[in-house]
């Protein structure tokens, strides 16, 4: 409303804001992303996406892995609907955009393997197909439950495909009891029974503790009863003599007490590493040799 008076003149300007308008993106592939205004969208399992976009001239960059990356720029009007259709190139394998990029391809005839790369977060599935790295060199670890473990060192070089064949082995049932011999509970966290192995470890561990103490006091105590015994044989009165006699006496009871409790703990742990013995071989879940 305004207001015109007499022999007046009456001046106002009216700046208009311009409508939004409408972008309809449609991409081939599907699934493709986009940025425009910093903003991050997704063209989806349609390939189609219709977003709203401001006056002006914008820059829309879109990529998807596996495909060489795009720019397009858009002019919209107030209240304009504008369509844009966006193809992108298939990029050729062991070919990146990025030029510090190499690949790493892993076969393996084994089933279920995973390998674990230095400096990636997540161990990756077997095989593995182009798999994109940096340049460099990246220890390996190839792995399954009840296989042997592959161990090696890649060389990853800048637009180049390093590849890298693998058979794993079967874990031995002999060598699982072989490491239980040396140690109670090493076979069984070889053939990836970690739990029991640790608490035949444990028991293995408190056992021979328990033995080795016993050991150290029956060699302080017994060394020392000869002294008992001379005093003993030196005493010369009957009250020396019985006072004597009683220390001898208590202390070849003290060393025949620990000479009982040294052989129950030996029995313990021969048991103990025998019964890990038997189940390194017979229960550990490995397949013959």
Known sequence: RVTVEYQAETTRKYD?????????????PTNVNFTLDGKNYKSGESGLKIVTISVGRHIINFSKKGYESLGETVNIGPNENKFLEVNLKKRPIDVSSNPDIGFLNITTLNKHVKVKIKGV?????LPLEYYELKYGKYPL????????????????????????NLILMPKSKRKSALYSALYPGAGQIYADNTIKGLAFMAAGTGIASLLLGKSNEYNDINGSLDSYRIEYQNATTMEDIDAKWQQYESKVNEVNDI???????????????????????????????
């Not at 040294?262 to 229960?283: C, E, K, R």
């Open 141 to 164: 670890a190839m792995y399954r439950k009840g296989w042997e473990t592959k161990k090696e060192t890649v060389k990853i070089e800048k637009q180049k495909m390093t590849r890298v």
């Open 16 to 28: 208009l804001k311009p409508l939004d308008g409408s972008l309809q993106v449609r991409t081939s």
């Open 259 to 289: 000479q009982k409790e040294m052989l129950s703990y030996g029995i313990a742990l021969g048991v103990t590493w025998v019964a890990n013995l038997i189940d390194a071989y017979f229960y550990n879940g490995l397949a013959g040799d």
């Open 121 to 125: 977060k997540d161990p990756q599935d």
